[in-house]
Every structure is written in structure tokens, then in C-alpha cells.
């Protein structure tokens, strides 16, 4: 068994900024990621980032997930293993992995999930034919790989992953034919649906997928108008020719590796579905294991950098060895956090967090 | 509607547009319409003359009279929702970013069009600034009949 002060399950933006401070406040700190690279899902992302100077803002992600290694490089006590699967979590802390062909097993004094997110899917008849992907497929294929998904695009979901793929489909010379809403409004930002809206591509709101056809791959797919109670009109379906659907209807919180723990939850659908119950330390009802990120609840990266940074030190602080500015950065990144969810659509996650905060008052 | 499609209304787009006699000199023009976590282009800005203030969720106020036309914030602006306008004669002449390849070249004659996606008019290339601070957003100069001066938005190749 090898001993850690700090284990953290997930190399996304989160996990690297918990272990940014958690390791300047001398924590022995194991990142372990899935991928073969950390960075999470910034590695993917093309555009540049909101927020202001402190997240980061008008830096493109990938150039961002650069940035938060690069803060990581001369700590002489991190250790990061990447293609790395978590297969065992314990009460106790240890942590048992699959690394290259091998079984490992860990122990740490404090455990970080921030194991992200991951995307809902669409039910419709032939949703499984080749050609259908999720919007964070499309983006490995395209941006990590270099490889173009098809040629005739539809998208479903017009929140701000659905317009930025949308717009990154445009820029690979992919054909975007349309994005579909179910809701009657766009759902991410404006000015994302203004981007693409100005490139030709039709918004269609109060409209989702019936039907998709094609015998060994996908060749059509037949839309609908839905009303305001979410129902089709009848005598409105039409079909449209594509080789290629993305789907992109939203992100799950991924909490079983907690609930394998026995960790208590909480649905609450302003966070995105089943989210961990945490305490105002980011710590779970389980004893020394905290979260962090999407993982306890969906929001736009540059909130989950600013939760990342508080766990680490919050952590530094639960092992007796708090970080030197500890008192200072707290204040400074819980105002940030603040200040990221001061405008409409943070309100969304204010409320779920209150609940949460109801949820371990009941535990 | 910009809630259903993307577009905004005239009205909109009008708000953010300063008086014709101001438009003689370049102004940026700030369609952010929602009220988002962001303020790269008050922070860029080299005059001050964008103004978000403390809560970031702000939308971005333009002080006319500092604006010198420069075109910083128009790449800054991570929703691409900045264009600097200028009436010279009977043209209108804009800066706009651009993220797609290719790249226009000086003198090409290029698609205008409006917020809706539709071709209205023809574009004449100005110049194209694309420096390593812009990190690939280039800003495009482009002069359109000054009649279209609160509809274009962008440019597209001809042979698509």
C-alpha cells in the first residue's frame, strides 16, 4: 500500500487547481486521471473562456488546461497517474486503480472526487445508429484527433456546449443544418447563439428528434414541433437528410464513485441530477473525502477552477497544515465564486446549492 | 428574437449603435445583450472606454467620447459580439473578428451579411490584422455601402 496525504480522482481543471494549493501547502498529492492526458475537458475546448483575468477570460481552454499544469511543474511531491482507472474506493480512504495492466492500491489522508461529468442522452427510435454522437465525442474527434465527424451536421440542444460545437463544427468546414431546442428559448448564452445564428445556421426552438433512419448508419432523421407542454404537433414532423447528429441535452453530475462509499446525495435538478451532500467545506458526509467541480453540480469551468482552489486549501487545513494564505485566498476565491454566480444564470446554481445545504442539515 | 434564433431585433442592435454624427470616427459597437459573467473588454480596453464595473455580470456601457475605434476590444471579447463602425462618405466601414479559415485577402470582394446569416450585400476586404495577441481571432477591415450600416455583421466567401 502506498501512503498519500492527498489523493484527487480526476485531472480536469478542478482536480489540477485543488492540487495547486493542496501541494503549496506541502501535501504528498496523486492525481489520478482516466485519459491519457490531464486537463480534463479543456483540452478539447477551441474558444476562448469567459470570466474575468482570474479564470482565466479570453484564453482559449486548451491553452488554459497548459496553464493549470504548468502551475503544477517543480512540486517534487506530486505524483500523476494518467490512463488510469479508479476500480475500488473505500471508506477508510484507500483508493484502488488499474495502471497499465496493474492493480495498485493507496491510502490517503484526504480524498478529492472531482471526477466531473458526464452527458444525458436522448430517447428516439434508432438513436443507437452509427453516425449519432454525443457533443463531447464530436469534440475528441475534431479536436483532439483531428478527425471530422461527418459532413451534414444537425445539433441537438442549444445550451452553450451545443452552440460552441455547433460553431466548431463551422470551423472544421463541417455543414451545420440546424440546432434543435426542445424549450421554447435558446438555453446558453446569447451571444454563442448570435455567433452561429450570423453564419446561417437556423435555431429551431419548441423542436426535438422523432426518429432517426438508416440501416447500417445514419441517413435522416424526421424533427418535430413540440408545444408548450412539451408535446408534438401533430402534422409537423419533416424529415432532414445528415449523416451525422450530435446530441448535446446536458451533463450529469458523477457521483458514484461517492456513493460506492455510501456518501449521501441529494437530487437536485438546479446541479444537474444526483449530487453529492457537502458541508460548507466542500467535505462529504463521509469523514476526510471532499468534492469539487461538476462532480457536485454543472457549471462552466471557470467556477469549477475557483471550487478546485478553495478544496485544496480547505484540505490543507483538515490535515493540520494549512496553507500560509490560507485566511486570505478563501476570502478571495469565495468571492470570486460569488461573483461568477451573480448574474441570471448563476442564480440556477445558487438555489441548488441552498438546497444541498438543506440536504446536510437532514444528515 | 434573439431568445429564439440568435437575432436580435433592430431595436436592439440600435441601442448599441451611437448617433451617425459620432459613427464619422470608428466606435465599437457592444452587442453583448445578457447579463454573463464576463469583462475582457472593459479589462483590454486601452482608454477605459468600456465600462462593466464590479459585478462582471454587467453588460458592457461604451463612453462614446474615449472610444478611439481601435479594435482591441473586438478580439478580446470572447462571445465575438464587438464590431468597430465608421461612415466614411458612402461607405460604412467596420472591423470585424473572424475565426474561420480562409482568411479574406486585401482588395477581395466577399459576401456581406446580416445578423440572420443572410448574403445583403457586397464586402470590400479593407485589411487584415491577424497578430499573435488576437490568439487567431482576426480582425478583419471591411467597407459595405453605408446604407447597411446597422445590418451587416460579418463576411462570407463568395464561392460557397
Known amino acids: ?363 | 428574437m434573439l431568445n429564439t434564433n440568435g437575432v436580435p431585433t433592430l431595436n436592439q442592435v440600435l441601442s448599441r449603435f451611437p448617433d451617425k454624427k459620432a459613427l464619422i470616427h470608428p466606435k465599437a459597437i457592444l452587442e453583448c445583450y445578457e447579463d454573463i459573467p464576463c469583462n475582457p473588454c472593459e479589462t483590454s480596453c486601452p482608454f477605459n472606454a468600456i465600462i462593466i464595473g464590479e459585478n462582471i455580470n454587467t453588460q458592457p456601457k461604451l463612453d462614446v467620447s474615449l472610444c478611439t475605434g481601435c479594435g482591441i476590444c473586438v478580439t478580446s471579447c470572447p462571445g465575438l459580439a464587438i464590431i468597430v463602425a465608421q461612415l466614411v462618405g458612402d461607405k460604412a466601414v467596420f472591423k470585424i473578428p473572424y475565426e474561420l479559415l480562409p482568411l479574406p485577402k486585401k482588395g477581395d470582394i466577399w459576401h456581406g451579411v446580416n445578423r440572420n446569416g443572410d448574403v445583403i450585400c457586397d464586402a470590400k476586404i479593407e485589411s487584415i490584422l491577424a497578430n499573435k495577441k488576437q490568439d487567431h481571432t482576426a480582425l478583419i477591415t471591411v467597407s459595405v455601402p453605408s446604407l447597411w450600416i446597422h445590418e451587416f455583421v460579418t463576411i462570407r466567401e463568395k464561392n460557397e
Request: proline content about 3%.
Open chain 1, 1 to 363: 500500500m502506498i501512503s498519500k496525504d492527498l489523493i484527487i480522482i480526476g485531472g480536469g481543471p478542478s482536480g489540477l487547481c485543488a492540487a495547486k494549493t493542496a501541494l503549496e501547502s506541502g501535501l504528498s498529492v496523486l492525481i489520478i486521471e482516466r485519459n491519457p492526458n490531464i486537463g480534463g475537458q479543456l483540452v478539447k475546448q477551441t474558444h476562448k473562456f469567459f470570466g474575468s483575468k482570474e479564470q482565466y477570460a479570453k484564453t482559449r481552454g486548451f491553452d488554459i488546461a497548459k496553464k493549470l499544469i504548468s502551475d503544477l511543474e517543480g512540486f517534487s511531491n506530486l505524483e500523476i497517474l494518467a490512463e488510469t482507472s479508479v476500480v475500488g474506493l473505500y471508506r477508510d480512504r484507500v483508493v484502488t486503480v488499474l495502471h497499465q495492466d496493474k492493480y495498485l492500491r493507496y491510502q490517503a489522508k484526504s480524498i478529492i472526487v472531482a471526477t466531473g461529468a458526464s452527458e444525458k442522452f436522448l430517447a428516439f427510435e434508432n438513436n443507437d445508429l452509427p453516425g449519432i454522437y454525443g457533443a463531447g465525442a464530436i469534440q475528441t474527434l475534431m479536436n483532439n484527433f483531428g478527425v471530422l465527424p461527418g459532413s451534414d451536421v444537425v445539433m441537438i440542444g442549444s445550451g452553450n456546449i451545443g452552440l460552441i460545437v455547433s460553431y466548431q463544427l463551422i470551423q472544421a468546414g463541417v455543414n451545420v443544418k440546424a440546432i434543435l431546442e426542445a424549450a421554447p428559448k435558446i438555453g446558453g448564452y446569447k451571444v454563442h447563439a448570435s455567433k452561429v445564428a450570423r453564419l446561417g445556421v437556423p435555431i429551431l426552438t419548441s423542436t426535438t428528434v422523432k426518429k432517426a433512419f438508416g440501416d447500417t448508419e445514419l441517413k435522416a432523421i424526421e424533427i418535430v414541433s413540440l408545444d408548450e407542454k412539451w408535446q408534438q404537433i401533430p402534422d409537423t414532423s419533416r424529415k432532414m437528410e445528415i449523416d451525422t447528429l450530435c446530441i448535446s441535452v446536458g451533463l450529469s453530475p458523477m457521483h458514484q464513485l461517492l456513493s460506492m462509499i455510501g456518501a449521501k446525495t441529494k437530487y437536485v435538478s438546479e446541479l444537474g441530477g444526483f449530487v453529492p451532500v457537502i458541508d460548507e467545506n466542500h467535505q462529504t458526509t463521509v469523514q476526510s473525502v471532499f468534492v469539487c467541480g461538476d462532480a457536485v453540480g454543472i457549471e462552466e469551468a471557470s467556477s469549477a477552477m475557483m471550487e478546485g482552489y478553495l478544496t485544496g486549501i480547505y484540505i490543507s487545513i483538515h490535515l493540520n497544515t494549512a496553507h500560509p494564505k490560507a485566511d486570505d485566498l478563501i476570502k478571495y476565491y469565495k468571492e470570486q465564486l460569488n461573483m461568477l454566480r451573480n448574474g441570471p444564470f448563476g442564480i440556477k446554481t445558487k438555489i441548488g446549492l441552498n438546497k444541498l445545504k438543506e440536504g446536510m442539515q437532514d444528515a
